[in-house]
């Protein structure tokens, strides 16, 4: 029916392989990410951008769909600090001499 060269061939099978990698990264994405980070606060939205802007979905949602995650004082100053990791540590394994 199409009589396509070998290069454009490999050219549509490159491209088809970007679009269902990226479609598949930002579906598992948008399924691990809670509805309070998402920029409208539900998944649905996006899982339709996602899906039918193709090549421009899964970009627009990795880019901008989520919002950062606000830390808390309490967990800024406990990932300052290095005695946390070594009171994990202790919980974990006990006392080292």
């Known amino acids: 029916m199409f009589n396509l ?5 490999i050219g549509l099978a ?9 479609l598949a990264i930002a579906l598992i994405v948008l399924y691990r990410t809670p509805a309070d980070r998402l920029v409208f606060e539900k998944k649905w939205p996006w899982v339709l951008i996602v899906v039918f802007l193709n090549f421009v979905g899964p970009v627009i949602f ?3 769909g ?3 995650v606000q830390l808390t004082d309490e967990a800024i100053n406990a ?4 005695d946390a990791i070594h009171s994990v540590i202790d919980t974990l394994y006990g006392k080292q001499p």
């Not at 060269?5 to 061939?9: A, G, K, W």
């Not at 990932?79 to 290095?82: A, L, N, V, Y």
């Open 66 to 68: 989520r919002r950062e």
């Open 62 to 64: 990795l880019t901008a």
């Open 5 to 9: 060269s070998t290069p454009v061939l």
């Open 79 to 82: 990932s300052s600090r290095g």
């Open 14 to 22: 490159v491209a088809l392989i970007v679009q269902l990698t990226m």
